[in-house]
């Protein structure tokens, strides 16, 4: 993967959906900030449903296809066909990484990354009319980071700079940050998973013949 590549197409597709891009972040920061206020645990799964749905929402916009009802963007994963399987995941998700974090904290950061691509892949295979079980998209997306997730953290980190200058704007920098960030993501994941999970053929250009690591 080419880290300046993904970066510079993010901010052509960016460029003339700045307005739309921060909109959507800030009522996304605001809703969950809310729900996670009032509800406690309840609004932690309700947040990572609304990641899911942010992320979904980019993934689509790499495509070309733009939501522009903020409120259907944000509760993606809300809907009848994707809320069981994207909680599962993300629940399984979080319950891994933190197993494995209570280890030590490489071994949580490194199957963060390891399971990064969960819900890109869950909603690829949910799109295509397949069905998702418990785990699935966790081990595809282990599988598929097999040999990439040092590339993967350093992409994260090529951020750093722009994060911290974010914090001297008292945060309100990361309404920019965010989409960039994960518009540059949804391309990474396109790139490395080609149509994989879709039920088309696989690009060539991607090697995703390594063997698979435990959970």
Same mark, same amino acid.
Request: charged content about 15%; hydrophobic content about 50%; overall charge neutral.
């Given at each position: 993967?080419? +880290?300046?590549?993904?970066?510079?197409?993010?901010?052509?597709? $960016?460029?003339?959906?700045?307005?739309? &891009? #921060?909109?959507?972040? $800030?009522? @996304?920061?605001? %809703?969950?900030?809310? %729900?996670?206020?009032?509800?406690?645990?309840?609004?932690?799964? #309700?947040?990572?449903?609304?990641?899911?749905? *942010?992320? *979904?929402?980019?993934?689509?916009?790499?495509?070309?296809? =733009?939501?522009?009802?903020?409120?259907?963007?944000?509760?993606?994963?809300? @809907?009848?066909?994707?809320?069981?399987?994207?909680?599962?995941?993300?629940?399984?998700?979080?319950?891994?990484?933190?197993?494995?974090? /209570?280890?030590?904290?490489?071994?949580?950061? %490194?199957?963060?990354?390891?399971?990064?691509? &969960?819900? *890109?892949?869950?909603?690829?295979?949910?799109?295509?009319?397949?069905?998702?079980?418990? @785990?699935?998209?966790?081990?595809?997306? +282990?599988? /598929?980071?097999?040999?990439?997730?040092?590339?993967?953290?350093?992409?994260?980190?090529?951020?750093?700079?722009?994060?911290?200058?974010?914090?001297?704007?008292?945060?309100?920098?990361?309404?920019?940050? +965010?989409? *960039?960030?994960?518009?540059?993501?949804? !391309?990474?994941? =396109?790139?490395?998973?080609?149509? =994989?999970?879709?039920?088309?053929?696989?690009?060539?250009? #991607?090697? !995703?013949?390594?063997?698979?690591?435990?959970?």
């Amino acid at each position: 993967m080419n +880290r300046e590549n993904l970066k510079t197409q993010a901010k052509s597709l $960016l460029s003339g959906n700045w307005q739309w &891009a #921060v909109i959507f972040s $800030l009522l @996304t920061a605001i %809703i969950t900030g809310v %729900i996670s206020a009032l509800t406690g645990g309840i609004g932690m799964i #309700v947040g990572g449903l609304i990641f899911a749905g *942010y992320a *979904y929402t980019f993934l689509d916009f790499t495509a070309g296809q =733009r939501e522009n009802n903020y409120f259907t963007a944000m509760f993606a994963a809300f @809907t009848s066909i994707r809320f069981i399987p994207v909680f599962l995941t993300w629940l399984l998700q979080t319950i891994f990484t933190f197993l494995w974090s /209570l280890l030590l904290v490489i071994p949580g950061i %490194i199957k963060a990354l390891a399971y990064s691509q &969960a819900f *890109y892949i869950a909603k690829d295979l949910l799109d295509s009319g397949q069905e998702v079980a418990a @785990t699935e998209a966790i081990t595809k997306s +282990r599988e /598929l980071m097999d040999g990439h997730k040092w590339e993967f953290f350093v992409l994260q980190l090529s951020f750093l700079g722009w994060a911290l200058l974010c914090i001297f704007t008292f945060g309100i920098g990361f309404l920019w940050l +965010r989409p *960039y960030m994960q518009t540059t993501n949804a !391309l990474y994941y =396109r790139q490395l998973a080609g149509n =994989r999970f879709r039920g088309k053929p696989v690009a060539t250009d #991607v090697n !995703l013949t390594n063997e698979p690591e435990m959970i």
